[in-house]
T-cell receptor, first 115, second 116 residues
Framework: KAGVTQTPRYLIKTRGQQVTLSCSPISGHRSVSWYQQTPGQGLQFLFEYFSETQRNKGNFPGRFSGRQFSNSRSEMNVSTLELGDSALYLCASSLAFSPTYNEQFFGPGTRLTVL | AQTVTQSQPEMSVQEAETVTLSCTYDTSESNYYLFWYKQPPSRQMILVIR??????QNATENRFSVNFQKAAKSFSLKISDSQLGDTAMYFCAFNHNSGGYQKVTFGTGTKLQVIP
């Protein structure tokens, strides 16, 4: 099975612009979660989608949004970029067959640099 | 809210030696899972080991083992016979049921350097 893929791998944007990142989960996985990773902060949870519905949301401003398509592929969008949005954005997929157990499989990430 | 604390931002170990990475968490949940993930430099994050909270026996995966102390809310990772390929960021993670859905909380990570 192919792993989780994320595109693009690298992005450079300027302040005020918007950006869309894409994530394709492992075939059969219905849950997709997004994380922002920055040095010293670890992984900060952005949101999770399951069957095209956002189930969980982290403490991020409304400039961060996402969606999931019927084939479980997911996109996240960041509008009005700020310097502090520079980070590695990780996508993780899981089967989500249990309400308590969730082994997540991570993609390689998209490195976003905001100038 | 659940929190995961990794108090060692960086650690180093000599090749072939043993190292222990610490993790503590705070929760009122009784049923949950704990994970250690490894993120090698410029490579994908992968799962190293998992522990189910209701199991008293500590999980082991080859050279990796955990010391799970539920009452103390402690979940440390021991790496035996350290290898150069173990150089990576290690993240402790807590997975529980929140409002009917699972939620994963990560620690800030420990950067491990294996020295030849």
């Amino acid at each position: 099975k192919a792993g989780v893929t994320q595109t693009p791998r690298y992005l450079i944007k300027t302040r005020g612009q918007q950006v869309t990142l894409s994530c394709s989960p492992i075939s059969g996985h219905r849950s997709v979660s997004w994380y922002q990773q920055t040095p010293g902060q670890g992984l900060q949870f952005l949101f999770e989608y399951f069957s095209e519905t956002q189930r969980n949301k982290g403490n991020f401003p409304g400039r961060f949004s996402g969606r999931q398509f019927s084939n479980s592929r997911s996109e996240m969008n960041v509008s009005t970029l700020e310097l502090g949005d520079s980070a590695l954005y990780l996508c993780a997929s899981s089967l989500a067959f249990s309400p308590t157990y969730n082994e997540q499989f991570f993609g390689p990430g998209t490195r976003l640099t905001v100038l | 809210a659940q929190t995961v604390t990794q108090s060692q931002p960086e650690m180093s170990v000599q090749e072939a030696e043993t190292v222990t990475l610490s993790c503590t968490y705070d929760t009122s949940e009784s049923n949950y899972y704990l994970f250690w993930y490894k993120q090698p430099p410029s490579r994908q994050m992968i799962l190293v080991i998992r522990q189910e909270a209701y199991k008293q026996q500590n999980a082991t995966e080859n050279r990796f083992s955990v010391n799970f102390q539920k009452a103390a809310k402690s979940f440390s990772l021991k790496i035996s016979d350290s290898q150069l390929g173990d150089t990576a960021m290690y993240f402790c993670a807590f997975n529980h049921n929140s409002g009917g859905y699972q939620k994963v909380t990560f620690g800030t990570g420990t950067k491990l350097q294996v020295i030849p």
